[in-house]
């Protein structure tokens, strides 16, 4: 499991793990809004690393120029560079 650090979000964290083909086997949010940070952790499942951020990448919560889908696009592209 990948841990990432989010900057600008209310989620504290976010745990990640791919499986050796770079695609979602796991996302978990630590802070933040529960309920919909889990369903978007079981929305991404099984989906790739690039699938990913075609959907997320750059989406924007409130004007912060970030959001905790787009954190996660980072989390995901950091563990991929980690060979996590």
């Given amino acids: 499991m990948y841990n990432y650090i989010p900057e600008r979000v209310c989620s504290r964290a ?3 793990e791919l499986d050796a083909d ?9 802070g ?4 919909n940070l889990k ?5 991404v499942k099984g989906m790739s ?4 951020a075609e959907v997320l990448e ?5 004007g912060r120029g970030t959001s905790c889908a787009d954190q996660m696009v980072k989390a995901l592209r950091a563990a991929q560079e980690a060979g996590k």
């Fill in 49 to 52: 690393v690039d699938e990913v």
């Fill in 58 to 62: 750059g989406n924007d919560c409130n």
């Fill in 22 to 30: 770079d695609r979602v086997k796991n996302v978990k949010f630590i």
């Fill in 39 to 43: 369903a978007v952790g079981k929305l």
């Fill in 32 to 35: 933040g809004c529960e309920g």
């Fill in 14 to 16: 976010i745990q990640v």
